[in-house]
Nanobody
Framework: QVQLVESGGGLVQAGGSLRLPCTVS???????????MGWFRQTPGKKREGVSC????????VSADSVKGRFTISRDNAKNTLYLQMGSLKPEDTAMYYC?????????????????????WGQGTQVTVSS
């Protein structure tokens, strides 16, 4: 059974930085570089939004306009780990952050997308940015 475990969240002042790792295990029949990955966030009462997503090889990435130039998604396929480097944090970045794995079929094109095909999710890590 696939497991995704996020960590690295916490309380940070505006302008600060955080790095969120997500370790993945239990990809039965698959390897980590078979699947595209993404970071999503959600606040109470709001729809979950895609923050940044990366293709299975890492060669293609997409990010929401709200985080471009501030957040960087990366992956280490040898360590089965996804990362989100967050900088210049703003209070509006406060949310629960989730990592997610895309299905093999959606991942096969090796093109990043946060739209559709995400079938496994972590439990989330809270990021709170104070003003």
């Amino acid at each position: 059974q696939v497991q995704l475990v996020e960590s690295g969240g916490g309380l940070v002042q505006a302008g600060g930085s955080l790095r969120l790792p997500c370790t993945v295990s239990g990809l039965s029949g698959l390897t980590f570089d078979d699947v595209g990955m993404g970071w999503f966030r959600q606040t109470p009462g709001k729809k979950r939004e895609g923050v940044s997503c990366i293709s299975r090889s890492g060669g293609s990435r997409v990010s929401a306009d709200s985080v471009k130039g501030r957040f960087t998604i990366s992956r280490d396929n040898a360590k089965n780990t996804l990362y989100l480097q967050m900088g210049s944090l703003k209070p509006e970045d406060t949310a629960m952050y989730y990592c997610a794995a895309r299905s093999r079929s959606f991942s096969s094109s090796d093109r990043a997308s946060c739209d559709g095909g995400y079938v496994a999710w972590g439990q989330g890590t809270q990021v709170t940015v104070s003003s």
